[in-house]
């Protein structure tokens, strides 16, 4: 069955605001991590946050993590063209398996 | 340099068909996986393979079958295509499974079953 989930399943912003993307999950975890998808590509890693950290930064994007709430956050700010892409975010379980959600599909408008 | 290549990036086939597709890492990684995404973008796990032993096995039907030669090659061979097969199929990498680290994946391979 499917662990994370993210929300919202679509996002459309301006060039220049900021874009924010929740991911639920439902068991215990090691550490949770965000990808990026361009339009028929691979995933690529944007960052990874441990359990027993709660913010997390790299560059425009900052990711929060509350394992009482099993969620988590990722914010881009400033966005760009550039940031055009699903935005997904993937558990890391005990068993050593990172599980994917459906991913946030973010557009930047010009 | 690609460091997760995976070949046919295309694939499309008839039902009933075996058809295979293989991915190569250079990172020297231990782990590698394959992972099923289909047409609502939800990425499943199907496989992982450390050193060459099989770790982690999805429920996934007995017509997949990955095998591992050595730790840089993780090839997926499927028997007999169903419909339902036409998916996107991503192999990805980690240096060490232990540790659930980063993910280092390739550019997929587009499978159509008609």
């Known amino acids: 069955s499917q662990q994370g989930e993210e929300d919202p399943q679509a996002l459309s912003i301006q060039e220049g605001e900021n874009a924010t993307m929740n991911c639920s999950y439902k068991?215990?975890?090691?550490?949770l991590q965000w990808y990026r998808q361009n339009s028929g590509r691979g995933l690529v890693h944007l960052i990874l946050?441990?359990?027993?950290?709660r913010e997390k930064h790299s560059g425009r994007l900052r990711v929060t993590l509350d394992t009482s709430k099993k969620s988590s956050s990722l914010l881009i700010t400033a966005s760009r063209a550039a940031d055009t892409a699903s935005y997904f975010c993937?558990?890391?379980?005990?068993?050593?398996?990172?599980?994917f959600g459906a991913g946030t599909t973010v557009t930047v408008r010009a | 340099d690609t460091a997760v290549s995976q070949t046919p990036k295309y694939l499309v086939t008839q039902m009933g068909n075996d058809k295979s597709i293989k991915c190569e890492q250079n990172?020297?990684?231990?782990?590698m996986y394959w992972y099923k995404q289909d047409s609502k973008k939800f990425l499943k796990i199907m496989f992982s393979?450390?050193?060459?032993?099989?770790?982690i096995n999805e429920t996934v039907p007995n017509r997949f079958s990955p095998k591992s030669p050595d730790k840089a090659h993780l090839n997926l061979h499927i028997n007999s295509l169903e419909l339902g097969d036409s998916a996107v199929y991503f192999c990805?990498?980690?240096?060490?499974?232990?540790?659930?680290?980063?993910?280092?994946f390739g550019e997929g391979s587009r499978l159509t079953v008609l």
């Open positions: 990172l020297g990684h231990d782990t």
């Open positions: 393979y450390n050193n060459k032993e099989l770790i």
């Open positions: 068991t215990s975890i090691n550490n």
């Open positions: 946050i441990r359990s027993n950290e």
């Open positions: 993937a558990t890391a379980e005990p068993n050593y398996k990172l599980s």
């Open positions: 990805a990498s980690s240096q060490v499974y232990v540790d659930t680290g980063e993910l280092f």
